[in-house]
């Protein structure tokens, strides 16, 4: 009996001391230990996102950095030469299936090259004001102002227009930025261009290629132009306008994109070593001729359906105060010759008086209601049109 009761009491101090520890531990445990240990955990956790974090930020830095490097030079190209580059706005009057007349409008592009004190002078192409009978400019988004012509090269498919200052300062433009001309023969293969222009109408826009091939003489509608290849995208609007190399300077005069199916990135422009005596040239006439007409080539359907003769191109506008009024020729006349040389095309018209001189009497044949007529013009200087 004695042993048991001592079995039992060393049992309870057992359990004593035991109770004793765990009361001591689980608190100890849960009051220091765990916390520690999660403490340790959520620590490590942070050093790791941390790190983490800190890799996507060195990668976005890097990234960022790259991308700021990659177009920096291109947003700084772009700002340095579109105020150069100006929208045209071409109005001209057209004839109908029912020979009623209506007025159309185009778009092109144009880059100023040089001012003086009263003038702004911009290069764009000749078939950008081809049979216009009103040319507009906008400069740097400006409203638009009535433009002059100064002279015009179809063969070479350049023209230069100028705008009076009095004119832009009406519409809020005090000061212009004149375009700088590099040498196309500089041009290497692969360099990297951007095309400046007033794509579709709608206000500049830019893009990018490279040199495709080095300038090189093609066949565009006819003429033989000496160009610059590129695959930079040329859009309808985008002819006058500026061609730039890496360093800012035009080096082409946009004119065309070849447009087959087939083909795709294939924009031309016209050499800058080319273009830059024509210009002066054509700044140097001090006096171009002009018929005062607006024609309308007369295609062979229009010829069949109203009896027309198939050789000939309509007057769709007598300019008020020009030689063609002073004349006698009228809207609707049918110019078949001028100087008895055969016209076909309204080309062939405007070049027939580029090799006159203002002051020259010249003959104009034209057929008015059935009836064949000769006119006397005595040709003036040219203002706008031809």
């Known amino acids: 009996m004695k042993k048991a009761i001592k079995q039992l009491a060393k049992i309870m101090v057992l359990g004593c001391v035991i109770g004793g520890v765990i009361g001591f531990a689980e608190p100890f445990a849960t009051g220091y230990v765990i916390p520690k240990i999660e403490e340790s955990r959520t620590a490590a956790a942070d050093s790791a996102e941390e790190t983490v974090q800190e890799?996507?930020?060195?990668?976005?830095?890097?990234?960022?950095?790259?991308?700021?490097?990659?177009?920096?030079?291109?947003?700084?190209?772009?700002?340095?030469?579109?105020?150069?580059?100006?929208?045209?706005?071409?109005?001209?009057?057209?004839r109908d299936w029912f020979n009623q007349v209506y007025e159309t409008e185009g778009a092109g592009s144009g880059v100023i090259f040089h001012e003086d004190e009263n003038n702004v002078y911009i290069v764009t192409n000749a078939h950008v004001i081809s049979g216009a009978s009103k040319v507009l400019i906008s400069v740097s988004e400006s409203d638009l102002v009535s433009a002059s012509l100064v002279g015009k090269d179809t063969n070479a498919d350049l023209a230069v227009i100028s705008v009076s200052k009095a004119d832009l300062k009406s519409v809020g433009i005090t000061g212009v930025t004149v375009a700088e001309f590099g040498s196309s023969s500089s041009l290497q293969?692969?360099?990297?261009?951007?095309?400046?222009?007033?794509?579709?109408?709608?206000?500049?826009?830019?893009?990018?290629?490279?040199?495709?091939?080095?300038?090189?003489?093609?066949?565009?509608?006819?003429?033989?132009?000496?160009?610059?290849?590129?695959?930079?995208?040329?859009?309808?609007?985008?002819?006058?306008?500026?061609?730039?190399?890496?360093k800012g300077q035009v080096i082409g005069i946009n004119t065309a994109k070849l447009a087959v199916t087939e083909v795709e990135g294939i924009g031309y422009a016209i050499?800058?070593?080319?273009?830059?005596?024509?210009?002066?040239s054509l700044m140097n006439t001090s006096e171009t001729p002009a018929l005062g007409v607006s024609v309308v080539d007369i295609s062979e359907s229009e010829a069949a359906y109203?009896?027309?003769?198939?050789?000939?191109?309509?007057?769709?506008?007598?300019?008020?105060?020009?030689?063609?009024?002073?004349?006698?020729?009228?809207?609707?006349?049918?110019?078949?010759?001028?100087?008895?040389n055969p016209v076909f095309t309204a080309d062939q018209l405007i070049n027939a008086i580029k090799q006159c001189k203002v002051g020259d009497s010249v003959s104009v044949t034209v057929i008015r209601d059935g009836e064949t007529l000769k006119k006397t013009a005595k040709l003036t200087k040219a203002q706008t049109g031809f």
């Open 271 to 280: 050499a800058s070593d080319v273009a830059k005596p024509m210009i002066e």
């Open 189 to 246: 293969m692969g360099e990297s261009v951007i095309a400046i222009g007033n794509a579709l109408g709608h206000g500049n826009t830019a893009t990018a290629g490279i040199v495709s091939t080095l300038p090189k003489e093609v066949d565009i509608q006819g003429k033989k132009l000496t160009v610059v290849q590129t695959d930079a995208a040329i859009n309808p609007g985008n002819s006058g306008g500026a061609l730039i190399n890496s």
């Open 306 to 340: 109203y009896g027309l003769p198939q050789a000939g191109v309509v007057i769709s506008q007598v300019i008020n105060g020009s030689a063609a009024e002073a004349a006698g020729l009228k809207s609707s006349d049918i110019v078949t010759a001028f100087n008895d």
């Open 55 to 94: 890799d996507d930020d060195a990668i976005n830095v890097q990234n960022t950095v790259s991308l700021d490097e990659a177009s920096k030079n291109t947003i700084e190209l772009i700002k340095k030469v579109k105020p150069a580059v100006v929208c045209i706005t071409t109005k001209a009057t057209s």
